[in-house]
């Protein structure tokens, strides 16, 4: 699976969000993508779910445009998570679970088949949810419903995940857990998933690939190495950072704002 972007842009109303975005992402590998704040971070992962539309340019997800696909193909195909979900949703974990499950039910379906109840059991006891499922949402704690609103994009099965601000709410032994099992599923079942995120230290640690945006265009995009350099996120972020070799892999730590230049304006 490979999704191919060419020429994106997107507008909210007069104002421009994302310009001369072109890029390929493959399966098997992590992508985040960074940036300060208002350079487009979530927009991307909306405009490749269709939750916002392009102005101009193509998104091919397997050689198709994802324009042409289906309503149900595409819940199929993908599962965005967005970085809040409203707490007054009268439903238990396990209802809301259940509703992932709908690209896969007949219209003649009442009730959850076996095969629907695999498949949350499973998922269920990967986030470590499964003493949650018969609470309701309005009674799960931030960190909680974090870990739930994931569990739910998984067991919609999809072959790509597009999570925004996945460890927003977590702490540190969440974030790291659940990263790590995102890492491993992403691999394990070949699926392409991007994460919004600002944590520079958690991109550094998990990311196969990043993407920087900037002002709403690719500022840099390759690997850790590639992209998170001194120079650069100093450029982009106005932060001096120091880079750290742990255990082999390329750890960025923010020190201090920069006092003698400034950030790049965003939109």
């Known amino acids: 699976m490979k999704i191919v972007i060419r020429d994106l842009e997107i507008w909210y109303n007069s104002i421009k969000a994302l310009s001369n975005i072109s890029l390929e992402i493959v399966d098997g590998e992590l992508t985040f993508v960074i940036g300060p704040n208002g350079a487009g971070k979530s927009t991307l992962l909306k405009a490749i779910s269709l939750i916002v539309p392009p102005k101009w340019g193509v998104i091919y997800i397997d050689g198709r445009d994802v324009k042409l696909y289906s309503v149900r193909e595409l819940a199929k195909t993908i599962a965005y998570v967005a970085p809040h979900i409203s707490r007054s949703i009268p439903s238990t974990v396990l209802d809301y679970l259940m509703t992932a499950r709908y690209p896969y039910t007949s219209f003649l379906q009442f ?103 900037s002002n709403g265009s690719i500022a840099a995009c390759g690997n850790v190495e590639e992209v998170l350099k001194e120079e650069v996120i100093e450029r982009i972020y106005g932060v001096r950072v120091e880079l750290l070799e742990v255990k082999g892999k390329r750890i960025i730590l923010p020190v201090e704002p920069l006092t003698l230049s400034t950030p790049q304006q965003n939109t």
């Open 111 to 213: 009730k959850e088949d076996k095969t629907d109840l695999e498949v949350i059991d499973k998922v269920s006891r990967q986030m470590n949810i499964i003493h949650l499922l018969n609470r309701r949402l309005d009674q799960l704690s931030s960190g909680e419903l974090q870990r739930v609103v994931i569990a739910r994009a998984l067991t919609q099965q999809p072959k790509i995940i597009l999570l925004d601000e996945p460890s927003a709410f977590l702490d540190l032994r969440y974030r790291l857990e659940i990263l790590e099992h995102i890492k491993n599923i992403t691999r394990t079942e070949n699926l392409i998933t991007i994460i919004a995120i600002h944590d520079l230290y958690l991109a550094s640690l998990y990311a196969d690939k990043i993407i920087l945006l």
